[in-house]
Nanobody
Framework: QVQLVESGGGSVQTGGSLRLSCAAS????????MGWYRQAQGKQRELVAV???????NYADSVKGRFTISRDIAKNMVYLQMNNLKPEDTAVYYC???????????????WGQGTQVTVSS
């Protein structure tokens, strides 16, 4: 098991940037996948970005070229750098961890409480 705590959300204007952080309660070196989901009001949950044990990353088409996921194994931290934000990026963002392989394929793993990101036009 792992507990996850997100931080770094807030309100920005279109074109702005935010960096989300996720602190894990245990080492992440052996967690198969760390990721970020988001859920906008009235919409389905979306897997935004994933980083696996080999540091391979994968992104939703909607954020490719704008978002970057990274991890710091020494600090048990995962980050989501979000650039060129758009109003459609407005959502609650959740950090997630999955011990299964491949990650976030057959399960959604463990989630944090979420952090709100609001992008105004």
């Amino acid at each position: 098991q792992v507990q996850l705590v997100e931080s770094g959300g807030g309100s920005v204007q279109t074109g702005g940037s935010l960096r989300l952080s996720c602190a894990a309660s245990r080492g992440i070196f052996d967690i198969n996948g760390m990721g970020w989901y988001r859920q906008a009001q009235g919409k389905q949950r979306e897997l935004v970005a994933v980083i696996d044990q080999t540091d391979r990353t994968n992104y939703a088409d909607s954020v490719k070229g704008r978002f970057t996921i990274s991890r710091d194994i020494a600090k048990n931290m995962v980050y989501l750098q979000m650039n060129n934000l758009k109003p459609e990026d407005t959502a609650v963002y959740y950090c997630a961890a999955d011990f299964e392989w491949p990650p976030f394929t057959n399960s959604e793993g463990y989630w944090g409480q979420g952090t709100q990101v609001t992008v105004s036009s």
